[in-house]
């Protein structure tokens, strides 16, 4: 198992699946979500209006899955990340939700590789350094209750800028 921390660009990512902060309309908006869209091309979106469609959208904690259309990647999986309101609507629990149904949708699919953008830290305005240690945290939950199931062989941490780059690393190391 591998698990690392790169400071770039989730779209050039070459992995199985790559995960999208998204809305809840799935139907692409501005910071990470909107980078995928573009990048991916109009496949994307066009299963995102499928599932939209067939279940009215993605609610949050919740993950579904699409092709990656133009992007080095099989497919990516779509997670809504919760606002951030003070931590008193549970946040914390939405955002754990993203990362353990992402990971269970990733292996019934049987990824090997996959590749996080920090959830929720941007516009939705989560706590970087509460955000980093729920990643790391659920992340190593995961791997260890789902050792023998478990495909994902490979989980990159995609940190846009320094700061949460810087608070990845950190909480990894306790992990490690």
């Avoid at 955002?95 to 990971?103: D, V």
Wanted: glycine share 10%; with cysteine.
């Amino acid at each position: 198992m591998s698990i690392q921390v790169v400071q770039g660009d989730i779209t050039k990512r070459t992995v199985d699946v790559i995960v999208n902060a998204a809305n809840s309309s799935l139907l692409g908006g501005g910071g990470v979500d909107g980078a995928i869209h573009r990048a991916g091309g109009k496949e994307i979106l066009e299963e995102c209006v499928k599932i939209r469609n067939q279940q009215g959208g993605c609610q949050v904690g919740e993950a579904v899955i699409t092709t990656a259309g133009q992007l080095p990647a099989s497919y990516v999986i779509h997670t809504v990340g919760p606002v951030w309101n003070g931590g008193v609507k549970e946040e914390d629990v939405h955002l754990k939700n993203c990362y353990r149904n992402t990971y269970l949708l990733a292996n019934k699919y049987k990824v090997v590789s996959i590749a996080f953008p920090s959830i929720s830290t941007g516009i939705y305005k989560f706590p970087k350094p509460l955000a980093a240690e729920i990643a790391v945290s659920e992340t190593a939950r995961y791997v260890e209750t789902h050792l023998l199931e478990n495909t994902i062989k490979k989980i990159e941490f995609i940190c846009f800028d320094e700061e949460n780059y810087s608070l990845y690393v950190e909480r990894l190391k306790c992990y490690l």
